[in-house]
């Protein structure tokens, strides 16, 4: 059984990954406490929700097909639609015998699927975490960070994989004030905080802490330049080669709440106020 923190509701009904192994799903960054109601027979498999739904469709579907067959039992100018029919009819009873008999058996009986339940209720975040849980992601974090680093791909310096983001240094050519007072922000050092949390391999937490995330190729986070290591000026305005080459040409975005909030989620950020902390991003003023 695998329980995972995931961006999905808890209590989301579980999932048969396999016979043997089930994947169930608490919300994301929360804690959480709840009941697990197991029903496990030995040398049985887990139950398929999905199977119910699956097996009353294919029977709705047989009865149609029976009569449709009945109404073409008369009528010999539609012997090919009713040898179709009759076709399809076998392969619905096949399947369905195949779902309903999908059960392991010892000395011909039949053993019963194990069931699986759950009830989790989410707890306030800044509840202390749990010192020996803690110890345990550690160790996974530390594992998964030599992983993903020992097959991390070379930092590029561009490339088709930056999409046209050039990084805060090429903005601060033109816009000095604004990019010293991002440097003094949490923004610029969000990629560090990842580094300090081993999470900087982790493409969930990388979408809202580096510039230019590639939802369609998540991977290339792993090997962005340096400059775009954070939440630099582009993650807000957009990416800025077509302005760097024509500043008069190309204006940078208007940054709307809607833009923060992509990352500012009440998840993440419960305190999160669109005209107050906009001010402490130095956001560039469209003119």
Not at 113 to 137: C, G, I, T, Y
Not at 139 to 151: F, P, R
Not at 280 to 286: D, G, N, S, T, V
Request: glycine share 6%; with cysteine.
């Amino acid at each position: 059984m695998i329980i995972q923190a995931k961006s999905f509701p808890a209590n989301r009904e579980p999932i048969r990954i396999s016979p043997d192994t089930i994947l169930t799903r608490t919300g994301k960054q929360g804690k959480y406490v709840g009941v697990m109601d197991i029903k496990w027979h030995i040398g049985s498999t887990w139950n398929n929700p999905r199977n119910k739904n699956i097996i009353s469709a294919k029977k709705s579907e047989r009865d149609r097909l029976n009569k449709q067959l009945a109404r073409l039992k008369n009528r010999p100018e539609q012997r090919v639609s009713s040898l179709n029919l009759r076709k399809r009819l076998q392969q619905v009873e096949e399947e369905i015998n195949e779902l309903e008999g999908n059960y392991p058996t010892v000395s011909g009986v039949k053993i019963a699927e194990s069931s699986f339940r759950n009830w989790f209720l989410s707890m306030e975040r800044s509840m202390p975490d749990h010192s020996a849980v803690q110890k345990v992601v550690d160790e996974i974090n530390h594992d998964l960070e030599a992983l993903a680093g020992k097959n991390r791909p070379q930092n590029k310096a561009g490339g088709p994989s930056n999409r046209g983001f050039r990084g805060w240094r090429k903005c601060s050519k033109c816009h000095p004030n604004q990019t010293g007072g991002w440097q003094k922000t949490r923004h610029a050092g969000s990629y560090l905080t990842l580094v300090e949390k081993k999470q900087h391999f982790n493409l969930e937490c990388l979408s809202c802490h580096v510039t230019g995330f590639n939802r369609s190729d998540p991977a290339s986070a792993l090997s962005l330049p340096s400059d775009l290591q954070m939440v630099g000026c582009e993650v807000c305005h957009g990416a800025g080669a077509q302005h760097i080459a024509s500043p008069g040409g190309s204006k940078p975005i208007a940054v709307t709440e809607k833009i923060c909030r992509s990352c500012h989620t009440p998840d993440r950020d419960s305190d999160f106020n669109f005209e107050r902390d906009r001010k402490k991003a130095h956001i560039i003023e469209q003119r």
